[in-house]
């Protein structure tokens, strides 16, 4: 009765400390957040790729529940202009950060 006491009271426990870590908070993701921030960032990548005139190479995509943040370096005001809005047409963006810099 002792053990099966003590086992339960383990596993309470476990659960009780496990579970909050899988919950978002707003500076955390969830582990499924996180899955699904990937999953853009890999989609807006991918966009800007395919995107001609955009040197994707110098352009940084970080996604932060749902919204994406671009970093880096294009060559003209034109450029970072398209490159938001590239990345604001991409299924699952609800907004774009647009940090890009113009050299």
Request: aromatic share 2%; net charge neutral; hydrophobic share 45%.
């Amino acid at each position: 009765m002792r053990t099966k006491l003590l086992l339960a009271s383990s596993i309470a426990l476990a659960l009780a400390v496990a579970i909050p870590g899988c919950t978002s908070s707003p500076k955390q993701e969830s582990t499924g957040e996180y899955i699904d921030s990937s999953a853009v960032t890999a989609k807006v990548k991918a966009a800007m790729l395919s995107e001609p005139g955009l040197s994707s190479m110098q352009i940084g995509v970080e996604t932060f529940k749902d919204e994406v943040q671009l970093s880096g370096f294009v060559d003209s005001a034109e450029s970072k202009i398209r490159a938001g809005e590239v990345a604001l047409a991409v299924p699952g963006v609800k907004s774009v950060r647009n940090d890009l810099l113009v050299k």
